[in-house]
């Protein structure tokens, strides 16, 4: 991005963690966005961000809480993600664009907050629909009854305890 410090700024107030590639672009994926399980820290997505970046691409690696995976607005965490994603991707040309990387119930959550986004017609975040060129499942979201939030709840909240 030509603007470090906004893009910064912007990845701090959705609690991301950016990290530009030291390679040359390989493909025409320029940016990855991690979004981590319930529970997830940024020293663990760091390992999965590693491969992107080696292929040159940037990461937006995102943590999440079991607070924000279960109670917290998640549209509002989603537009400052694409926000982020759109500054990083504005110097690039239109053929350029990114990737989704999602963990369990906690990244999908986030990630279909960011396509109903994507999806509503007139915002700023409707051009880069044509921009994402693909979305990996990483330990596939289960079905949300009671008894597996609940299950993923008591595991993920002893570590933020």
Known sequence: ???????????????????????????????????????????????????????????IRVPTTPFETMLSDKTSRAEGLLSLVGLLLQSEKPSNGFVVHMFSNGGAMIYEAMVQCMNRPGTSYACLRSRLFGVVYDSAPGRLILANAWRGLTTAVPNFV
Not at 3 to 8: E, Q, S, T
Request: with cysteine.
């Open 1 to 59: 991005t030509n603007d470090p410090p906004a893009a910064l700024a912007l990845a701090k107030s959705c609690r991301a963690v950016v990290t530009p590639s030291q390679t040359p672009p390989q493909c025409n994926v320029r940016v990855a966005v991690i979004l981590g399980w319930m529970g997830s820290q940024d020293r663990f997505l760091s390992k999965y961000s590693s491969m992107y970046e080696e292929q040159g691409i940037t990461t």
